[in-house]
């Protein structure tokens, strides 16, 4: 009996992507982004599809069903009467959009049938549908309640209901122009970050403030339910009609125009940060609390951009009601694609689901996120062969050992192994490592490796058996997408000098005994590491912490700020020489900083136009 391929696909809003399921299971996905070296690339996923296609052993007109994670038809309706609504105010964006959408978001059929070689059925999910589907389905639960929450799909802005066996059923929806997802992203453009882009920066700035502005915001601009449904004040918002998110009504209310990307950050971006932050955090535990209570549900999983708050997850597993919490590592539109797959697989076509099955051996669907391309050891030596880079091999039994010396020895890491995450996260495949114990640690990754702002905090990896020992949480946590305080004993009390500090003077004061990963509020976005899916990272904190009694290393993504994730040895091998990283390691082939001979990128000239700095 032959193999039943779905290809999903992502594309045309932002952090497009693909996926490949074989028979209910996945094969490969990854963002577009990480081919074409263009951070948030929107585009058709063409490079993304190949990749997977290549993965499956198979060829475009081999597949079974391609599925679209939305309904463009759907979607260009809700533009066009909101364009109507707001004429003439907001001919301009028409303008803009219309040459996209006439051109390619319409055409979805004939971009897939151009560059799939497909011409089969093309079957459309609704977006909401397809970030429930990419929640659920591959969660490690018999039956759960879903809720997403993202900025928009077609109309619909949140949603909520209950997947049972291979059925899943939505309940309720929250519609445009109200949505917490654009709530957050217009205090993004406020603050003075990119939207779609910034919104975790903001989440990472919000310990240093105040929650001054809260009352104003709910007061004014707000009106929160006691079940987490919202609407906004739209005399304040730009979106609808506009190029911008906020306009001068929200500018008086707030006493003064967005901060100018780049320039300093104030106590005033601060405490605007800290203030939404407790908004949205207080809405999605709303929410949880009202899902909870219409589908009496033990379990709830979670997808949506808004689901990537990684702090308001944290409340939901410990203040919601819930016994569980399952988040989709690809909760942002990337993971539509994965969405769009499982939607096909188990509602349009009828197929039994078995939640061991779906595991299959692992602790959900989604094998530890690592879906993304790999490279052999022939082929890391043979790209380094062609740059003249210095390297030495260890024997793949060596390297954990080896790595957890020179970490101990407080070098940065350059750690490229095995499959690429699918999702925004880096999670031990393609990361940057530091020893979370050195009180120099955050800034040294921050200034001279990651080149971003230096109030950003970096994530923990601790090994699964012993993440109660050092942080107030007791579950898995394998993507990152769960924030839990440092325990109590692993603390630094602060001087009563100390405790006056305000703002980013309050970077400086080391909080804990694993300093590096310390957020200014004693917490921690933690990743958990089980040997099942990723036994060498495994295996490097393991002699990590038979060297230092700490089984904790920091990791942080293998890029520099403005662009994606490495994908191949030579965007690793690139960044590594425009970094003061210290060390890289690419399968087995350990590359020293010091041996290099800094003129072989010379001859790059396209560099820094490629990864320029947003």
């Not at 063409?46 to 391609?66: F, H, M, P, R, S």
């Not at 929250?174 to 920066?201: I, R």
């Not at 669907?365 to 030495?392: C, H, K, Q, V, W």
């Amino acid at each position: 009996m032959s193999s039943t391929h779905i290809l999903g696909i992502s594309a045309y809003y932002h952090d497009s992507a693909a996926c490949l399921m074989r028979d209910g299971e996945i094969v490969a996905a990854a963002q577009e982004e990480r081919f074409t070296r263009k951070k948030h690339d929107h585009r058709f996923p063409a490079n993304a599809v190949e990749y997977c296609l290549k993965a499956g052993g198979i060829k475009g007109a081999e597949v079974d069903y391609v599925a679209f994670y939305d309904k463009p038809l759907l979607k260009f309706e809700r533009l066009l009467e909101t364009y109507i609504d707001y004429a003439p105010s907001g001919l301009r964006s028409f303008l803009m959009a219309m040459p996209l959408w006439l051109r390619e978001k319409l055409w979805i059929r004939e971009q897939v049938e151009e560059h799939c070689n497909y011409k089969g059925k093309v079957l459309f999910t609704e977006h909401h549908e397809s970030h429930a589907a990419s929640a659920f389905f591959p969660a490690p639960f018999e039956s759960a309640a879903v809720l997403t929450m993202d900025g928009v799909g077609e109309w619909a802005t949140s949603s909520y209901g209950y997947g049972r066996g291979n059925e899943l059923h939505l309940l309720a929806e929250l519609h445009f122009p109200h949505s917490l997802g654009l709530l957050y992203s217009a205090f993004t453009y406020y603050t003075g970050f990119k939207v779609n882009s910034g919104e975790y920066k903001v989440m990472g700035l919000a310990p240093y403030g105040e929650p001054k502005y809260v009352k104003l915001m709910l007061d004014e601009l707000i009106d929160l339910r006691a079940d987490g449904s919202l609407s906004l004040n739209m005399k304040y918002f730009n979106y609808c009609q506009g190029l911008t998110m906020t306009n001068g009504a929200f500018d008086r209310l707030f006493g003064g125009k967005p901060r100018q990307p780049e320039s300093q950050l104030t106590q005033r971006e601060m405490d605007l940060a800290r203030s939404i932050q407790d908004v949205v955090e207080e809405a999605m535990l709303r929410m949880a609390r009202h899902v909870h209570k219409e589908t009496g549900e033990r379990n709830l999983c979670l997808a949506g951009g808004v689901a990537l708050n990684c702090v308001g997850n944290g409340r939901i597993l410990r203040e919601g009601p819930f016994e569980n919490v399952w988040i989709q590592p690809a909760a942002g539109d990337a993971g539509g694609a994965l969405g769009a797959c499982l939607s096909t697989w188990y509602q349009y076509l009828g197929n039994a689901r078995d939640v061991e099955q779906v595991k299959g051996g692992h602790a959900d669907g989604m094998r530890g996120s690592y879906l993304g391309p790999d490279f052999t050891n022939e082929e890391i030596r043979a790209y380094l062969d062609t740059t003249g880079a210095t390297y030495r091999r260890l024997e793949h039994n060596e390297l954990a050992e080896y790595v957890a010396g020179l970490l101990a020895q407080e070098k940065v890491v350059g750690w490229f192994q095995g499959r690429m995450e699918f999702g925004p996260r880096a999670l031990g495949a393609r990361s940057i490592l530091g020893d979370p114990r050195s009180p120099k640690m955050q800034a040294q990754m921050n200034l001279k490796i990651k080149f971003r702002e230096s109030f950003r905090p970096f994530a923990p990896s601790v090994l699964r058996e012993r993440v109660a020992d050092y942080f107030e949480m007791d579950c898995d946590s394998p993507y990152m997408l769960l924030v839990a305080p440092v325990q109590e004993r692993h603390r630094i009390s602060m001087t009563d000098a100390e405790q006056k500090l305000f703002g980013i003077t309050k970077l400086n004061v080391p909080r804990s005994t694993i300093p590096a990963i310390t957020h200014v509020d004693y917490s921690a976005r933690v990743q958990t590491v089980s040997r099942v899916d990723n036994p060498l990272y495994y295996d490097l904190i393991a002699a990590f912490e038979r060297l230092t009694d700490c089984p904790v290393v920091v990791n942080t993504s293998f890029n520099v700020r403005g662009e994606p994730i490495v994908c191949a040895p030579e965007h690793a091998f690139t960044c590594f020489m425009r970094t003061e990283m210290d060390v890289l390691v690419m399968g087995d082939y350990v590359l020293d900083k010091r041996d290099q001979d800094i003129n072989l990128l010379d001859r790059d000239l396209t560099w820094q136009e490629e990864f320029q700095l947003d």
